[in-house]
């Protein structure tokens, strides 16, 4: 797991999210879920990729469960972009490493 990704919960969201001007990668996961486990190792190799740019940051939803509910998380994974506070853009289940590449983009 790389060491540039950020480890999110229900005390440390506002702050580093809905706070942060730049733009923010979430990742809404649990430990149950095979698709999440899929998409960590993609996300580690963006997390290098866009260092600088970009923040990458991953809410475990057993453990945030108000959390997640209250930004209406339905299914995992799911990965959402925050710029300024805002959510900007959901994407659902594990693209490849391209094609997230390239949603990401339009974001930075």
Same mark, same amino acid.
Request: hydrophobic share 45%; glycine share 6%; charged share 25%.
């Given at each position: 797991?790389?060491?540039?990704?950020?480890?999110?919960?229900?005390?440390?969201?506002?702050?580093?999210?809905?706070?942060?001007?730049? =733009? +923010? @990668?979430? %990742?809404?996961?649990? *430990?149950?879920? #095979?698709?999440?486990?899929?998409?960590? =190792? +993609? @996300?580690? %190799?963006?997390?290098? *990729?866009?260092? #600088?740019?970009?923040?990458?940051?991953?809410?475990?939803?057993? %453990?945030?469960?108000?959390?997640?509910?209250?930004?209406?998380?339905?299914?995992?994974?799911?990965?959402?972009?925050?710029?300024?506070?805002?959510?900007?853009?959901?994407?659902?289940?594990?693209?490849?490493?391209?094609?997230?590449?390239?949603?990401?983009?339009?974001?930075?």
């Amino acid at each position: 797991m790389s060491d540039k990704i950020l480890h999110l919960s229900e005390n440390s969201f506002d702050a580093l999210v809905l706070k942060n001007e730049g =733009p +923010i @990668l979430v %990742e809404f996961w649990a *430990d149950w879920c #095979g698709p999440c486990h899929r998409l960590s =190792p +993609i @996300l580690d %190799e963006l997390a290098e *990729d866009y260092a #600088g740019q970009l923040t990458i940051a991953k809410l475990n939803i057993e %453990e945030n469960r108000a959390l997640a509910q209250a930004q209406g998380v339905q299914r995992i994974p799911v990965m959402m972009v925050f710029k300024r506070g805002e959510r900007v853009a959901v994407k659902e289940g594990v693209p490849s490493k391209d094609l997230l590449s390239q949603f990401l983009n339009a974001y930075l």
